[in-house]
């Protein structure tokens, strides 16, 4: 016998979809493991994670403060000090995300292997066809 399961376009499976994006996009993995560690201020994160923007760290953090993972606490001093840190939701983040990543460690070499036998086989992507260049 096998199990029924509901339609994938249930309102239920449209709130994990947007859950899982929220956590699943990288440069929040990235975040969560940095909090991790403990409260962090938003400069150090920049320097931290290689790469980022301010302005992707602003939308990144304010992402997971509204998702109830991140808090940020604002301290009355001149400069004003704000510091982020996971919320206990938040932490209950932090074992899957690392299962996910040892897994995918443990794994560049097999994916690695799979996607040049596929490339191979000429099951590449065609590459995007060069701008044309303007006469002169």
């Given at each position: 016998?096998?199990?029924e399961h509901p339609?994938?376009?249930?309102?239920?499976?449209l709130?994990v979809s947007r859950?899982?994006?929220?956590?699943?996009?990288?440069?929040?993995?990235?975040i969560?493991?940095?909090?991790?560690?403990g409260?962090?201020?938003f400069?150090?994160?920049?320097?931290?994670?290689?790469?980022?923007?301010?302005?992707?760290?602003?939308?990144?953090?304010?992402g997971?403060?509204?998702?109830g993972?991140?808090?940020?606490?604002?301290?009355?001093?001149?400069?004003?000090?704000?510091?982020?840190?996971?919320?206990?939701?938040?932490?209950?983040?932090?074992?899957?995300?690392?299962?996910?990543?040892?897994w995918?460690?443990?794994?560049?070499?097999?994916?690695?292997?799979?996607?040049?036998?596929f490339?191979?086989?000429?099951g590449?992507?065609?590459a995007?066809?060069?701008?044309?260049q303007?006469?002169?």
């Amino acid at each position: 016998m096998t199990e029924e399961h509901p339609p994938f376009h249930t309102e239920g499976c449209l709130a994990v979809s947007r859950v899982l994006a929220r956590i699943g996009d990288k440069w929040s993995v990235l975040i969560v493991m940095l909090l991790a560690g403990g409260p962090r201020r938003f400069n150090e994160m920049k320097r931290m994670v290689d790469g980022i923007s301010q302005r992707m760290l602003t939308l990144t953090l304010r992402g997971l403060e509204r998702d109830g993972l991140v808090s940020r606490t604002v301290y009355p001093s001149i400069p004003p000090r704000v510091d982020y840190e996971l919320t206990p939701l938040g932490h209950s983040l932090r074992e899957p995300v690392m299962a996910l990543g040892q897994w995918a460690q443990a794994n560049l070499a097999y994916i690695a292997e799979a996607q040049a036998a596929f490339d191979r086989r000429g099951g590449a992507p065609e590459a995007a066809p060069a701008p044309a260049q303007r006469p002169r």
